[in-house]
């Protein structure tokens, strides 16, 4: 079992930043693939970035150039830096960790077993 625990949302001004924490609990973190998605009201939960344990990263089209994902694994963290934000990257930001091995597909909700609370990220214009 692995717990995620997300924090760092907030209220930011377009074009502002802000830093998402994710701190997991349980199982060696190191093993994992962590992701990070996100579900604005209405819609599908969609990928943001993912980093494999072998720190290979992922990230979405909308995102990249923007966010930077990144982990500690000393700390059992991972990151995920969000710059030049923008009214359509508010949504509520979820953590997640899955362990497929050399299959995995970082790009879909059912590649990762376990899932934060999720924490709310508003960007005002």
């Known amino acids: 079992q692995v717990q995620l625990v997300e924090s760092g949302g907030g209220l930011v001004q377009a074009g502002g930043s802000l830093r998402l924490s994710c701190a997991a609990s349980g199982r060696t973190f190191s093993d994992y693939d962590m992701g990070w998605f996100r579900q604005a009201p209405g819609k599908e939960r969609e990928f943001v970035a993912a980093i494999g344990w072998n720190v290979n990263t992922y990230y979405a089209d909308s995102v990249k150039g923007r966010f930077t994902i990144s982990r500690d694994n000393a700390k059992n963290t991972v990151y995920l830096q969000m710059n030049s934000l923008k009214p359509e990257d508010t949504a509520v930001y979820y953590c997640?960790?899955?362990?497929?091995?050399?299959?995995?597909?970082?790009?879909?909700?059912?590649?990762?077993?376990?899932w934060g609370q999720g924490t709310q990220v508003t960007v005002s214009s």
């Open positions: 997640a960790a899955g362990s497929r091995g050399s299959g995995w597909y970082p790009y879909t909700t059912s590649e990762y077993d376990y």
